[in-house]
């Protein structure tokens, strides 16, 4: 394993698989929680799914200080929305703004992302945000260096109106396929539900992740399985 | 109501002993002289109309709006000095349209970083009309700080649809806003307020709303005291599209199913007077 120094000093990239699915009710945000600095994991269980208000949350991909930034600009500019307003802020505000931050900015950031939230007037809404600032309202989008992976299993599994199991199975089931195939995304699988009743996470260990082609189960150490009263001391 | 507040009055920046800043009072006087202005939210939308008082005979019929578009979903009727109320309703405009749509510029990031006193838009979505209203008297307000600036002299009545429901707001020239089922500003206001508080506006459409503010500006005009006046009407309901539209009899836009909105009002609220002279 040939680390150069330099490698652990690259800038921090969410390598990152993030997914929004909408349901009959609300949306589901999953994401991976791989952190990298070049080959090196900086993070193996971060959280990629942000909250901007009560309703609308982000994942982020891409380089992890700019989405970290940008993130931080609009939950900001929604506070003072929402104090104006008196009332929560749509989604569709609030992936405007991010928007608007990536596009006039986008020389300077490298960042994909995906918001996704409820609100009285619309319901569940999601909208990608890619690299240059499009905004798109999708029943459903992928984002990060592993959605490359899922784009053929979206469009045979992604159906409409489906209920919040259906989709939370869904996305962890995506996630995890995209882990097995992407070096840059790994770790744990971690989903925000958020609907009329507001915003729930959950939380997917890997050892809990179903296992795919060519995926070895994880192998419990000599060292546990031999657990013998006093072993011999080993001798150099 | 009225009292002279002798060296007090001076200057908007300063209190009477009985708490009262009377440059503020008399601008509200400005507005009480001017032709009345009336609106009522239906169940379906609001409809505002104006008495325009005709100061010479060559004034040509349509001119001198009083009834304003600012925004899509939104309009509103100016009582008191026009000069003072076309700046209400420019900064309106203005504010509207920078909420929803992003001004460009080069230095686009630093606009939505400094907020000087207009608020630089990005929203995204129409104003809601809440918040154009609490802007308008924010601005209107902030006219009775300084010894520099002069309260504005027009009260305005902004009536609105948006995603929340029609809505009517009136605001004076102190900065006060409220929102209201009806209300009304200028010479026959008392009157006004009157016929307005006998109508059922829950249950009226905006089609039986034009009739009945119409019937009620013919109502309040003084015939004595000033001759000529000129109906000024418009309406955002359900069948406008939720869009606001003045006047209602241009061609252009042409109601369905009636000819003519404006005439037929005109027609039922001249009937109704005679009605009542009859008597």
Redesign the interface.
């Known amino acids: 394993m040939d680390v150069s120094s330099g490698d652990l000093n690259a800038p921090h990239s969410m390598g990152t698989t993030i997914i929004g699915v909408t349901y009959d009710g609300g949306v589901v945000l999953g994401a991976d929680s791989r952190t990298s600095t070049g080959m090196y994991v900086a993070n193996r269980a971060s959280d990629k799914i942000t909250q901007l208000t009560d309703n609308v949350y982000i994942c982020r991909s891409g380089s992890a200080a700019d989405s970290q930034i940008v993130s931080d600009?609009v939950r900001y500019?929604l506070h003072q929305?929402t104090i104006?307003?008196?009332q929560p802020s749509?989604v569709?505000?609030a992936?405007?703004?991010v928007r608007?931050?990536s596009?006039?900015?986008k020389n300077m950031l490298q960042t994909g992302l995906i918001v996704g939230g409820w609100d009285k007037?619309e319901g569940g809404k999601i909208y990608g945000i890619p690299l240059g600032g499009t905004i798109l309202e999708l029943p459903f989008t992928i984002g990060g260096s592993g959605s490359s992976y899922l784009y053929g299993f979206f469009d045979q599994a992604w159906k409409e109106g489906m209920t919040q199991e259906e989709a939370e199975q869904l996305v962890v089931k995506a996630v995890s396929l995209a882990i097995a195939r992407d070096g840059a995304s790994g770790g744990v699988v971690r989903t925000v539900t958020i609907n009329k009743d507001g915003a729930s996470r959950k939380f997917y260990p890997g050892d809990t992740l179903p296992l795919w082609h060519e995926e070895l189960a994880p192998q419990d150490s000599l060292l546990d399985i031999l657990s013998s009263a006093s072993p011999e001391p080993m001798i150099c | 109501m009225s009292s002279i507040g002798t060296g007090y009055d001076l200057s908007v920046t300063t209190f009477s002993p009985d708490g009262r800043v009377f440059q503020i009072e008399y601008a509200a006087k400005a507005v009480d002289n001017s032709g009345t202005v009336v609106a009522i939210k239906c169940k379906d939308g609001v409809v505002m109309g104006v008495e325009k008082l005709i100061a010479s005979k060559m004034m040509l019929p349509g001119s001198n709006r009083r009834i304003h578009s600012v925004h899509r979903h939104s309009g509103m009727g100016v009582a008191g000095l026009a000069a003072d109320g076309r700046q209400i309703v420019a900064r309106a405009k203005s504010e509207a349209t920078n909420y929803e749509k992003f001004v460009f510029s080069l230095v686009g990031f630093l606009c939505l970083y400094f907020t000087s006193s207009v608020k630089l838009g990005v929203y995204g979505e129409p104003i809601p009309v809440k918040e154009l209203a609490e802007r308008v008297a924010s601005y209107v307000h902030l006219c009775t700080l300084y010894w520099w600036l002069r309260p504005f002299g027009c009260g305005v009545i902004l009536g609105g649809y948006d995603r929340d429901g029609p809505q009517l707001y009136m605001v004076e020239p102190s900065g006060i806003s409220y929102r209201y089922f009806g209300a009304a500003i200028g010479k026959g206001r008392q009157a006004a307020k009157t016929e307005i508080e006998k109508l059922k506006l829950s249950e009226m459409t905006c089609r039986q709303g034009v009739i009945e503010v119409a019937k009620i500006i013919y109502g309040v005009h003084d015939e004595a005291k000033d001759k000529a006046f000129e109906l000024e009407m418009s309406w955002v309901c359900d069948e406008s599209n939720r869009q606001h539209q003045k006047p209602l009899n241009v061609p252009t836009i042409r109601v369905p199913g009636s000819d003519d909105v404006l005439e037929e009002a005109k027609t039922a609220a001249k009937a109704a007077l005679e009605e009542m002279d009859a008597d």
């Open positions: 600009y500019y929305h104006q307003l008196g749509t569709k505000v992936a405007n703004l608007l931050i596009y006039n900015n007037y």
